[in-house]
């Protein structure tokens, strides 16, 4: 088909679905216009808003032994709760094995659902966890690892 076949309402359905542009860059004799470029339509993006928590408690600690004996700990944790519904868990670590320790970063990313004070964090390939927001504290219960669930605390800075 073209460009004199089309009619007024197909004009229309094309600029109403946002084709026309295509359309509309070339002349009735099928050749490119050459009328000055319209100037770039600028679009304004809403900024992704972030809520930042860090760990303040688990109980029981986290502890976990691996194979060789090596013992890793749980020392500290960032929870960071960004507005587009995606999260960032940072956990830092020290590992001992042989009266050696190292320090690494653990970190979980997923989405979250937040109903009232019920935040659902679906973790990817891991599964979902339920905390309880209450006055800036964040409560995850129930939170599984090495073999035993643990309750973490973050508070809100």
């Known amino acids: 088909m073209n460009l004199m076949q089309i009619s ?3 004009l229309a ?3 109403a ?9 070339c002349s009735s004799e099928g050749r490119a216009t050459t009328a000055p470029r319209a100037a770039s339509a600028q679009y304004a993006l809403s900024a992704v808003t972030s809520t930042t928590f860090v760990l303040s408690s688990v109980t029981p600690p986290i ?9 890793t700990t749980v020392t500290g944790g960032k929870l ?5 519904g995606k999260f960032t868990a940072t956990f830092m670590t020290s590992t001992t094995s042989s009266n050696v320790a190292t320090t690494q970063s653990y970190t979980e990313k997923g989405t979250f659902l937040q109903t009232g004070n019920t935040i ?3 973790v990817n390939g891991a599964g979902s966890y339920t905390g309880t927001l209450d006055n800036g504290t964040l409560t ?7 073999g035993t669930t643990h309750t ?6």
């Open 8 to 10: 007024r309402n197909t």
């Open 13 to 15: 359905v094309l600029a």
């Open 17 to 25: 679905t946002g084709s026309l542009a295509l359309v509309a860059s």
């Open 63 to 71: 502890a976990c032994v691996d194979a060789s004996g090596a013992v």
């Open 80 to 84: 960071v709760l960004a507005s587009n």
């Open 120 to 122: 659902v964090f679906q």
């Open 140 to 146: 995850l219960a129930d939170y599984p690892l090495c």
């Open 152 to 157: 973490a605390i973050f508070t809100q800075i």
